[in-house]
């Protein structure tokens, strides 16, 4: 991260954004708790909400929930009656984010579902679930399999967003060793082999350092 990127990003969040006593607790208490500070930015979450808004879309598929900051964030872009479903691989932090979740306001909107993101998508499959958005943003390694996942719990319309597909630059090092790096690549060449999708990448730098979300529309 450079100092300028980070400070363009505070200048960006103090003017376009409202204080968010919500999203600012989660933050906080995901902090305190010593998880990673991996979720999404401020900015990004309003950006996540505002694509959530302009496809009417209803039912929201999470993978990679760590404390829920961006779960809520989404949910709370749906409109009443909208359901989220977000999965966490790790029970501790999925504890903590279901207790942000429920002090939130939008726990009834949000169904955490615990274990590995690839069973929970199977499951979901199985029962032939159906979602107009999903976010993906948990272990790159798997970025394929989830995309390959969500291609199979939406139809036409439906918009897939995948979270850190630039890494700093890293996805572009064809010798990367680096096995998220490989994982973000799987998911290029996978991406590649598919018709009947409009497909882009914003590339961003911010609070969090150079990186880029993949943006997926079905046909
Ligand atoms: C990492 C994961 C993320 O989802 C993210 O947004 C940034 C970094 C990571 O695992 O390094
Ligand atoms: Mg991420």
New binding site residues.
Partial sequence: MTDIHAAVDAYLGENLLKSDRVLDEIARKSEAAGL?P???TPLQAAFLAILIKLNGSKRVLEI?C?GGYSAVAMARALPEGGQLITTEIDTRTAAIAQQNIDTSGFGDRIDLRTGPAVDVLDAEIASGGHFDFVFI????VNHKNYLERALKLTGSGAVIVA??IVRGGAVIDVDGQEN?VKGVRAMMAYAATLDGLDMTALQTVGA?GY?GMAIFRVR
């Fill in positions: 990673v991996h979720a999404v990679g760590l943003d948990a272990d790159k979270d850190n998220s969090k990186d």
